[in-house]
């Protein structure tokens, strides 16, 4: 495997479901994210992490909780979640996270909450 | 906050050369990249411009205005694989990267 994977590709599930999405780097980079896009809108920054530990908390709802254990490996858990959550969820990594370096991102987990 | 403007879409013939205007304001300026979006995949990095001037890279280029905080990239003699969502997203002074909306490119025959 190379550069940033996540699993699953595809989610649905209900509100009173709890779930996890997965996010491998396999760069070595130091810094890793969570983001939010939806549909005709920006994407939006919802967790940072830098040496594993989170440096960033966009006021996301605590329906969502990170974990990161490594600097390879980002998780982000899922429950009780609303149907405005159904969105893309794309992970990203990058070398440093204060430095003029490229994030390269994940292929996304295209999440439907029923 | 930040505030990032790009068109919400735009339409080109292949074979011409489209430009895609950014216009953004933040809260300090550490560089400007634009990302590349297919239709269900990734984004994918295309420049990073943190000086004036224009960046060139084979068919693509990229312009900053730090004074007139603006820049546009130049996509030049269009495929139809060029057909895509392109990200303009500004690092601002606390190294936090904001996205704007993205422009959608179609490249028609």
């Known amino acids: 495997e190379t550069g940033v994977t996540q699993t699953p590709r595809h989610l649905v599930m209900g509100m009173t479901n709890k779930k996890s999405l997965k996010c491998e780097q396999h760069?070595?980079?130091?810094?890793m994210y969570w983001y939010k896009q939806s549909a005709k809108k920006p994407l939006e920054l919802m967790f940072v992490?830098?040496?594993?530990?989170?440096?960033e908390n966009n006021s996301v709802p605590s329906r969502f909780s990170p974990e990161c254990p490594n600097s390879s490996h980002l998780f982000l858990h899922l429950h009780t979640l609303q149907p405005e959550d159904s969105a893309l969820y794309l992970c990203?990594?990058?070398?440093?996270?204060?430095?003029?370096?490229?994030?390269?991102f994940g292929p996304g987990t295209r999440l439907t909450v029923t | 906050g930040q505030n990032i403007d790009q068109p919400t879409e735009m339409t080109a013939t292949e074979g011409a050369i489209v430009q895609i205007n950014c216009t953004y304001q933040?809260?300090?300026?550490?560089?400007l990249f634009w990302y590349q979006q297919h239709a269900g995949e990734a984004p994918t990095f295309l420049s990073y411009?943190?000086?004036?001037g224009l960046e060139e890279k084979g068919r693509f280029s990229s312009f900053l205005s730090r004074s007139k905080g603006y820049s546009y990239p130049l996509l030049k003699e269009l495929q139809m694989k060029d057909s895509a969502s392109y990200l303009c997203?500004?690092?601002?002074?606390?190294?936090?990267?904001?996205f704007g909306a993205g422009t959608t490119v179609t490249v028609r025959a």
């Open positions: 990203a990594s990058s070398q440093f996270q204060d430095s003029a370096y490229e994030q390269y």
């Open positions: 760069l070595g980079h130091n810094a």
């Open positions: 992490y830098s040496l594993e530990e989170r440096v």
């Open positions: 933040t809260s300090g300026f550490n560089g």
């Open positions: 411009n943190v000086l004036d």
């Open positions: 997203a500004v690092r601002d002074g606390d190294y936090k990267l904001s």
